[in-house]
């Protein structure tokens, strides 16, 4: 009895130990885990910071009077009696929080010089109707691509992707002399057609719509279901969240668009924020800021609005949801 008594205190002991050993570690290991998670958060932030900071510089001093914002960055606009930029001697003052917020910047733009709502405007004239009709050409040519597979059409879908890794500039002088051609220069046309019929919606949505199971397409074939069904009911709501999310990154990339109004516009009246802001001269650097942040909000109201989207458009690996 004496013998199994002690035994059991050994048992009893050794396990003691052992759950002590098993704590010990998980402590370290959450300990380890905490670190590393903290040390990426505060990596992450650092970075969120200096991406930010540019927005937020701007958005401050589009409230700082003219005379403040030339004592802060007089240096960085300043110019030459030649022209030229002058060297900056001096530290430029980052300012964030202005001396006296002033709305005359917001005044000037927004009711004393209707110049720059009409270049506003003008961005969204030519932009809109890119991003919609781009993604309609894109659902049509995905789903045929998704469909009918064959050697042409593997060929055909190769040199879509060509056509999309080429920069712009390449294609440029193409789209020139097409334009001259069907007598389009000058007009929205010049920059709607080449925007419209672009291969990167085409070839993001083909990749996207390939995920969904061939299954699911012949199975909706057996009860009966046409192309325009198959196509209605099955493709369209399965990639609802890669076209939002194509969408955006569409209306991003041609809000930004200044290579293609300079060369395909030569009326300046016609031509969006994104040029005229490179042209607000250093008399008007207060207005810049102002301008700046005008333009700045429809992107990024259109990413807060379609973020979920954008997200599940980029990790959906396709399926029937449940």
């Known amino acids: 009895m004496a013998v199994r008594k002690s035994a059991g205190r050994l048992d009893n002991l ?3 130990r052992f759950d002590k050993k098993v704590k010990r570690k998980k402590k370290i290991k959450n ?3 905490f670190v590393r998670i903290s040390f990426a958060t505060m990596f992450a932030a650092c970075f969120a910071v200096l991406f930010l900071m540019p927005i937020v510089l701007t958005l401050t001093n589009s409230f700082m009077s003219a005379s403040e914002i030339s004592a802060n960055y007089g240096q960085v606009f300043a110019t030459s ?3 030229g930029k002058v060297y900056i001697s001096e530290r430029v003052n980052l300012k964030f929080i202005p001396d006296m917020v002033s709305f005359s910047q917001y005044a000037t733009v927004l009711l004393k010089s209707p110049e720059y709502l009409l270049k506003f405007w003008n961005s969204v004239i030519l932009v809109v109707p890119i991003v919609g009709f781009q993604i309609l050409v894109a659902m049509g040519a995905s789903y045929g691509f998704t469909r009918y597979r064959g050697r042409i059409k593997e060929m ?3 040199l ?3 056509l999309m890794l080429m920069p712009y500039q390449v294609t440029l002088v193409p789209n020139y002399l097409v334009s001259d051609w069907l007598h389009i220069l000058d007009t929205n046309w010049a920059i709607w057609l080449p925007g419209i019929f672009s291969p990167f919606a085409v070839f993001l949505l083909t ?3 390939r995920r969904i199971p061939v299954s699911v397409m012949e199975a909706a074939q057996i009860d009966g279901a046409g192309e325009w069904q198959i196509f209605r009911k099955i493709c369209m709501p399965l ?3 890669a076209m939002c999310s194509i969408a955006i990154l569409i209306f991003i990339d041609y ?3 200044v290579e293609q109004p300079l060369i395909l516009l030569s009326d300046a009246e016609k031509h969006p924020l994104s040029v005229f802001l490179s042209k607000i001269n250093a008399g008007e650097i207060g207005l810049a800021f102002a301008v700046a942040t005008i333009y700045m909000v429809p992107p990024i109201l259109v990413f807060l609005y379609g973020e979920d989207y954008l997200v599940e458009g980029i990790t959906y690996q396709g399926g029937i949801k449940g």
Do not use: A, H, L
Request: glycine letters at 8%.
């Open 14 to 16: 050794s396990e003691e």
């Open 81 to 83: 009696d030649t022209g």
């Open 31 to 33: 300990t380890r885990q």
């Open 255 to 257: 809000w930004n668009m």
């Open 239 to 241: 990639c609802k969240g």
């Open 160 to 162: 879509y992707i060509i």
């Open 207 to 209: 990749k996207y719509m």
């Open 156 to 158: 055909i879908f190769f």
